[in-house]
Every structure is written in C-alpha cells, then in structure tokens.
C-alpha cells in the first residue's frame, strides 16, 4: 500500500501519534504492555518523519531510538489538547464513580430495609444521579466537595 503526506499532513500525523501515546502511556509510563504495542509503530513514524520532511519533529533518545522532539513537546497546542483531554476524563470519571457508588448504597438500603417495595431502576437512577452530579460541578466545580477520611472527617 502506497499512501502519500505533504509534510504539513505527516506533520499532523506525528502530533497525533504523539498524543495517542500519551493517552496510552498515561501516568504508567511507555514500559507498560498497551504503551510497547504501540511503540513500534511509533518508531516507523519516527523512522519517516525526515524523508517526509519533518526531522524537527524528532530527536535520537538517549537509548539511541527516535523520539518526539522539543517541537512536539514543548507545542503549547498539544499541550492544551492534552490538558482538556485529562480534563474532561477526570470529570467523567469522578461523575461515574460517584453516581455509581450512591446508586450501589441506595440499592443496598432498599434490600436491607426488609420493606420491599417496587425494585429501583438502576439505569434511571443512574442517570439522575449522575445529572445532580454534573448540575452540582458545573456550578460549583469543586468547592463544595468534602472528603471524610475513614468516616470520620
């Protein structure tokens, strides 16, 4: 398969490349198994980027491979397109978490009240929960959060 890249094109593909792997190597680092499936295929971009016209956008590493350059690294763009990336995983996550986790006790009162009643809708519940949750952080973000450690404040 031929496929051809004007350099401003292979360029974009390195800066995507470059931020998919930071998603992969996330805060594991490039030693973990999902970030070394990748790295070969990393490396061949590399390998390309000077015959394609991009060799500021790698370096030799100090293991001798390839790697991104000050120009990707220091790219004030990715850095903000990463950032909003860790940004808006972070809020989904402690959405989720939370809303899971009040549903879960909720479930638990129920059963352990001996009162039966009418089962809860799990998926309904949970998608009210997790909009209470979203209304409560787009509001306030954080300042109304308080962690109780060990249940005891």
Not at 65 to 90: C, M, Q, T, W, Y
């Amino acid at each position: 398969m031929k496929v051809m890249f004007t350099p401003k094109e292979y360029a974009r593909l390195l800066e995507l490349a470059h931020l998919g792997m930071q998603v992969i190597a996330g805060h594991q680092g490039y030693e973990t198994p999902a970030a070394q499936r990748y790295a070969e295929i990393e490396q061949k971009l590399f390998d390309l980027a000077t015959p394609l016209g991009c060799a500021d956008f790698v370096t030799v590493g100090s293991d001798g491979r390839l790697v991104p350059s000050e120009k990707i690294l220091e790219d004030e763009r990715l850095a903000k397109i990463a950032g909003d990336h860790n940004n808006d995983v972070f809020w989904h996550e402690l959405v989720a978490r939370l809303a899971d986790r009040d549903l879960a006790t909720a479930q638990a009162k129920q059963s352990l009240s001996g009162l039966g009643g009418p089962p809860i809708d799990a998926d309904g519940r949970l998608r009210e929960i997790e909009d209470a949750y979203w209304d409560e952080f787009e509001k306030n973000d954080l300042a109304n959060v308080i962690l109780l450690r060990g249940g005891r404040g």
